[in-house]
């Protein structure tokens, strides 16, 4: 799909359907008789996502009008135009129009709100069934215009963020929804190579026997159950002009999730192959940075491991000694990601990092606490919390912060090792954070649980089922706006 930005009158608007948001309490006054008519009828009134749909719209060149409610005028921010018009283009792709229009005008008309239409269509665009064979019933779109009525040339540079933004989110969203048998560690660091050689990025993949050089025993740990080797890959990016702020983006990247040895239920295994949605969330937001140049260094560290409970697969009560030196007392197989992670946030460091983010499904528990809207923040800096924070909300992406102070370090002993791998019955996605700052150590840091926001179980208006690419447009926003 093609996008494109239209400053014509909205009368000139070619188009299969054109969407016109209509708010609350505004009774119509916008397209005169007819849509006055639609209120005064009460068919509509401007709720969020009503929907009503007047076929040849007098005085337009449109064959269609969409009129989506926007719901009250003054709670509509770029956030909720992005999912608006995600639904009002999934609606209209549902009846087969291939040519979609969208108007933005009185008062949401800026260069946010044209990138976040972009977005929304894109986003919307989005379907996780590729590996289908019967396609006849395929719908697509091939272009999508916003119409910004004397609107300034300049807000083509929106919607080409827009865009950038949004297919690098659906890049992650496409890695995620693939299979574990057809994306495996090698797999997706063949991925990350092919998307940084078009972005001339560099990327680096370390080896199994690269990680045993430097000591990744807790890492190496988790591998060793699966006949997949593992990869550690490195993603770099450089600004022009040499910066202080080197910000490493840590992603999880377990390629599938059995819980190896401490096996997990039979019921639900087949979601555990979008353990690896934070390490796809990196490679999609690296995809952007590449194209929007920020000014600081960024550099994304994904470990990538499988999961498994093959002959040679570690043993609960394995002792493994990290990149750190700390030694890990393997008490449960299943809490896998935090290993993994525990030699790539070192690594990140080693790397000159500054500043860490990671993203990872990591708990269970952080679903129990905030269901499937919130991501769980934990942070050991204010500073970066409060950038991330920022980040997140001028994106629509919600983040919640947990706590984690120095109590917690109680719930991690071991009598045989520097720590456990897991802690007590309660609080398990703090006693999980708690274990990655042991490794972040006195590097800011700030840990996303996305295990409960990365996989969309049922479809949204927006947003078809499967992976959400959570994560991507904060974290491109939070290094494009250093
Ligand atoms: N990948 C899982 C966490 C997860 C659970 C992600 C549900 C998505 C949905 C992680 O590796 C895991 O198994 N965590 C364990 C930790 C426990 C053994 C301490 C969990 O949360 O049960
Ligand atoms: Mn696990
Ligand atoms: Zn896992």
Aim: glycine share 10%; with cysteine.
């Amino acid at each position: 799909m093609t996008t494109r930005l239209d400053l014509q009158p909205i009368e000139a608007i070619e188009c299969d359907a054109l969407i016109v948001v209509a708010f609350e309490g505004q009774k119509g006054e916008r397209f005169g008789d007819v849509t006055a008519e639609l209120y005064e009828s009460k068919e509509f009134s401007g709720k969020p996502l009503e929907f009503a749909l007047l076929h040849r719209p007098a005085g337009l060149k449109a064959r269609r009008l969409l009129l989506v409610g926007g719901g009250k005028p003054e709670k509509f921010d770029s956030a909720a135009l992005r999912k608006t018009t995600g639904a009002a283009f999934r609606h209209l792709k549902a009846k087969s129009a291939r040519d979609i229009a969208i108007l933005l005008d009185s008062g949401f008309s800026g260069a946010e709100h044209v990138a976040s239409a972009v977005e929304g269509a894109i986003l919307g665009d989005y379907e996780p069934d590729i590996h289908k064979s019967d396609k006849k019933d395929v719908k697509v779109v091939d272009q999508f215009t916003v119409a910004v009525p004397g609107g300034d040339p300049a807000l083509e540079a929106a919607r080409k963020r827009g865009q950038i933004i949004a297919e690098s989110q659906n890049l992650t969203r496409e890695l995620v929804n693939e299979p574990a048998n057809r994306m495996t560690p090698s797999v997706l660091a063949a991925r990350a190579q092919a998307m940084a050689a078009q972005q001339n990025l560099e990327c680096e993949v370390l080896d199994q026997d690269r990680m045993k050089q430097l000591g990744m025993g807790s890492l190496l740990g988790v591998a060793m159950g699966s006949a997949e080797p593992p990869a550690m890959i490195v993603i770099r990016y450089k600004p022009a002009a040499p910066a202080s702020t080197h910000l490493g983006l840590v992603g999880k990247g377990v390629t599938f999730d059995s819980g190896g040895l401490s096996i997990k239920p039979a019921e639900g295994m087949e979601k555990m192959k979008y353990d690896m949605a934070g390490g796809a969330a990196m490679i999609g937001a690296m995809q952007a940075i590449a194209q929007l140049q920020p000014p600081i260094a960024v550099t994304a560290i994904i470990p990538a491991v499988e999961n498994m409970t093959g002959s040679r697969a570690q043993r609960p009560g394995d002792i493994v000694t990290s990149l750190s030196g700390k030694t890990i007392e393997v008490l449960n197989t299943d809490a896998e990601g935090r290993l993994i992670l525990a030699d790539a946030l070192t690594y990140a460091r080693r790397l000159g990092c500054t500043h860490l983010v990671d993203a990872a499904t990591l708990t269970g528990a952080i679903v129990v606490a905030l269901g499937h809207i919130y991501v769980g923040l934990f942070s050991s800096d204010d500073g970066l919390r409060d950038r991330v924070m920022a980040a997140a909300a001028a994106e629509g992406e919600k983040m919640w912060q947990m706590p984690l102070d120095e109590d917690y370090k109680d719930y991690l002993k071991s009598a045989f090792a520097d720590l456990p791998n897991i802690g007590g019955r309660w609080g398990g996605a703090i006693t999980a954070a708690t274990f990655l700052k042991e490794f972040a150590d006195s590097t800011p840091w700030v840990h996303l649980d996305i295990a409960g926001t990365a996989w969309l179980d049922d479809p949204k208006p927006h947003l078809s089922k499967g992976p959400s690419g959570v994560g991507v447009r904060t974290f491109v926003r939070l290094a494009t706006g250093w």
